[in-house]
């Protein structure tokens, strides 16, 4: 391997960075559907109509879990019924699990939401799978994000809030957060700025806070390979700005410090390689 480029643990060391987030949890008896920004899309338009919330809204009605026997991509899948309207699917692994037959369907709690967003309707959906009535993270009052920026929102806060807990809690949570630390930030709290840079454009920019998040993965490793997506993105941005010396550099820092056992299969070194022949 080559000696690392210089930036690759230099120039980009030393991000100042300002962060502001939102986050949401979730109960393992209640589960999001999928499906309903994609096929369902009509069907929930005209779900949203009949209701009176095509311009955004709330929703909590009786639904049909019924197994799809004829589905040709997988005949284990289980789809959510709304007044005739299919509206969206189980994710396959609990799926997979539900005692449903091919031809009765169980009665289910199903909560929609709506909002007008500049693309147009968006809709989402979560069923009840638990006993009893739903406990629901979300209401009428308290709506989970909507737009993609939302939901950057809320991830960003998802991480900063575990990173809180990790050093509130002291120990080995906090000494192990506190190596994840750069400038006062944590490299999980850096992904959606990484990603929003990288969507605007400014990749100058994202590639800074991608070489504080390296470092910080690095501290945090703990014996074990640094979390890889921070590299990846360097090594994508490096591609994009034709920087090849660097884009070499940035994985062979992270197979540097990659255990033996871990190196073989993993996509930072199928990258390598595929970037050398």
């Known amino acids: 391997m080559s000696e690392p480029h210089p930036n690759a643990e230099h120039d980009y060391a030393s991000p100042q960075v300002r962060l502001e987030v939102t986050y949401s949890y979730?109960?393992?008896?209640?589960?999001?559907?999928?499906?309903?920004?994609?096929?369902?899309?009509?069907?929930?338009?005209?779900?949203?109509?009949?209701?009176?919330?095509?311009?955004?809204?709330?929703?909590?009605?009786?639904?049909?879990?019924?197994?799809?026997?004829?589905?040709?991509?997988?005949?284990?899948?289980?789809?959510?019924?709304?007044?005739?309207?299919?509206?969206?699917?189980?994710?396959?692994?609990?799926?997979?699990?539900?005692?449903?037959?091919?031809?009765?369907?169980?009665?289910?709690?199903?909560?929609?939401?709506?909002?007008?967003?500049?693309?147009?309707?968006?809709?989402?959906?979560?069923?009840?799978?638990?006993?009893?009535?739903?406990?629901?993270?979300?209401?009428?009052?308290?709506?989970?994000?909507?737009?993609?920026?939302?939901?950057?929102?809320?991830?960003?806060?998802?991480?900063?809030?575990m990173v809180g807990e990790a050093l509130a809690d002291g120990g080995t949570r906090a000494m192990e957060s506190q190596a994840g630390t750069v400038n006062g930030v944590h490299y999980l709290q850096l992904v959606e700025p990484i990603k929003q840079l990288k969507r605007e454009g400014r990749l100058d920019e994202a590639l800074v806070l991608c070489y504080a998040a390296i470092t910080g993965a690095e501290g945090n490793r703990m014996g074990r390979e640094p979390a890889p997506w921070y590299t990846e993105q360097a090594a994508i941005i490096h591609r994009k700005l034709g920087q090849r010396d660097e884009e070499i550099a940035v994985l062979e820092r992270w197979l540097r410090l990659c255990p033996e056992d871990r190196l073989e299969g993993s996509r930072i070194s199928e990258r390598l390689t595929n970037l050398l022949r």
């Open 26 to 161: 979730g109960d393992e008896q209640e589960v999001q559907l999928t499906g309903t920004t994609t096929f369902a899309k009509e069907a929930m338009s005209s779900l949203a109509s009949r209701h009176g919330i095509a311009e955004g809204g709330y929703l909590e009605v009786e639904g049909v879990l019924q197994r799809e026997v004829d589905n040709e991509v997988d005949p284990m899948a289980a789809a959510v019924h709304v007044e005739g309207e299919r509206i969206g699917y189980l994710p396959g692994y609990l799926a997979h699990i539900q005692q449903l037959t091919a031809d009765e369907g169980r009665p289910v709690r199903v909560q929609i939401f709506t909002e007008m967003l500049p693309k147009g309707l968006r809709a989402e959906a979560w069923v009840w799978l638990g006993e009893g009535l739903p406990r629901w993270t979300w209401s009428e009052t308290n709506r989970p994000p909507m737009s993609s920026q939302a939901k950057a929102q809320a991830r960003h806060e998802q991480a900063t809030e």
